[in-house]
């Protein structure tokens, strides 16, 4: 379940709608305006994000696990019953990594073979933090610096994931942000917002100007009424005239301009969509069918004038209390067969340097099992996928999966050792986001010691 944030009020509705044409004049937006536009001088390129949000919160400890010596002795003993056999593990060699070693879950075979061709990275323990946590201050009973309000609870993780604010609330998420100071300096023009899902309705991508264009597998959203309203060629033709028509009335004035853009967009995309081919086999699962829409609108991104683009894709059913062996197993073959379809077809379209995928989740989960499951946890580890992303390594610090280990916050749970904001932050620079607009996108990102994780490689 995607966090949807609550319907809004009447004045902020109008504030909202009204931003799209009145924004401009306000000194918040000029300000965004003239960041975006500096950005822009050399933005000659394209680039797209991409949101892989596995909802209920992944169980990391069986998604990378410590696959030899005293790492796995520990590994199983936290969680006898739900350890997998160190020898169905995918071992991975990362370049330049000490620590203990490691191996990937076995049905990731798909992000196995990227991996270890340098074109997945793992970011471990990654999580929703205020402030940098240590474990004697989360034992300490009254820590000393913020925690993420309402830890452990889904809706509440998902927001704080997505808005990237865990100690407060926000209308806003950071790609929303994001969108607010870069789409009109890169998609000048463009009919359709910078910000696009596949997945419904999410904060992630809500921002102060920047409102998300939701897509179906199949492409745009169909307005009935755009070509026949009850089988009438003419009744659609009244319709768009109503529309068309002033009105005295705020809200109904607001509502005619809102359907006379749904249709718009829908004709714009379907028309863009409907002229490109993406050569590739994808996986015929939610998740695979997800990302090959996004595939299409990457392929159909000189007809939607688009620079830049960020996309949102679901994959749910992580919540793994029961049944955890069968049921991740299968989620995870989901998902790295998906992935790699999608890495294979921004390959074949030629912009695999320019495409960057990124895994997020509510929380992980518990090291201790609960009989055959897990419970709701912290930290987690992640995946960064693209041809422009520094692979075949680790970034951050991995953890030692032990009961009462160092990172533990209680029951095996990860106390994260880096913040969801220098993993967001990585992504928004190679982005295009400045180091100096960063704090605009990620208004905690001071409170954290790295801008830049590296696994983007040497950004300007």
Partial sequence: MTYIHRSLARREFLRRTAQLS????????????????????????????????LAGGNDQSNTVVPSSGAGYNSYQQGRPSLALAASSLLNVAPTGYTGQPVGLHPSLSGLHTLFNQQRVALVANVGTLAAPMTRAQWNSGRPTVATPAQLFSHSDQQAAWQTGLPDRPSQTGWQGRMGDLLANAYNPGSGISIAMSVAGNNIMQSGSSTIQYQLTTDGAVRISAQNALYGSAAGATALRRLMSESRNQLLEGELNKISARAMSTESLVSSAVSGVTVPTTFPQTGLGRQLQMVARMIAARNGLGQRRQMFFVQQGGYDFHDNLLADQGTKLRELGDAMAAFYQATAALGVANQVTTFTASDFGRGLQHNGRGSDHGWGAHHFVMGGAVQGNRVYGQFPTVALNGPEDAGQGRLIPTTSVDEYAGTLARWFGVSLSNLPLVLPNIGRFASRDLGFMGPLA
């Fill in 22 to 53: 009145a924004l401009a004049g306000t000194p918040f937006a000029m300000n965004m305006l003239a960041a975006g536009a500096a950005s822009a001088q050399t933005a000659g390129d394209h680039k797209a994000l991409v949101c892989i949000f």
